[in-house]
């Protein structure tokens, strides 16, 4: 089982920056970003894919331009830069990663294994 442990959550200002890390216990290929804001379903915002050195990423459509995922593969640990912050980003963000070969959609949150406890971002106008 893989442990994830998320930090670099705050409170900024509409138009500031966070950049949020996902410490994982072990490598796992599939890691991806999720957000929950009061009241709504939680979301996929990033995932990564790793294959050797690379990184490929896929970004919902409401943060694509602003949010970049990263990842230090020595480390284990999967970074979410979050540029252009705006109030509807407000969430909690949560890391998820998963064992299987075949990354799991974004978009379904059910198939994702290991979740981690999340980091609370508030966007204040």
């Known amino acids: 089982e893989v442990q994830l442990v998320e930090s670099g959550g705050g409170s900024v200002q509409t138009g500031g920056s966070l950049r949020l890390s996902c410490a994982a216990s072990g490598y796992t290929a599939c890691m991806a970003w999720f957000r929950q804001a009061p009241g709504k379903e939680r979301e996929g915002v990033a995932r990564?894919?790793?294959?050797?050195?690379?990184?490929?990423?896929d970004y919902a459509d409401s943060v694509r331009g602003r949010f970049a995922i990263s990842k230090d593969n020595a480390e284990n640990t999967l970074y979410l830069q979050m540029n252009s912050l705006k109030p509807e980003d407000t969430a909690m963000y949560y890391c998820a990663a998963d064992p299987s070969p075949i990354c799991p959609p974004r978009e379904s949150r059910k198939q994702w294994d290991y979740w981690g406890r999340g980091t609370q971002v508030t966007v204040s106008s």
């Open positions: 990564g894919r790793s294959v050797g050195r690379t990184v490929y990423a």
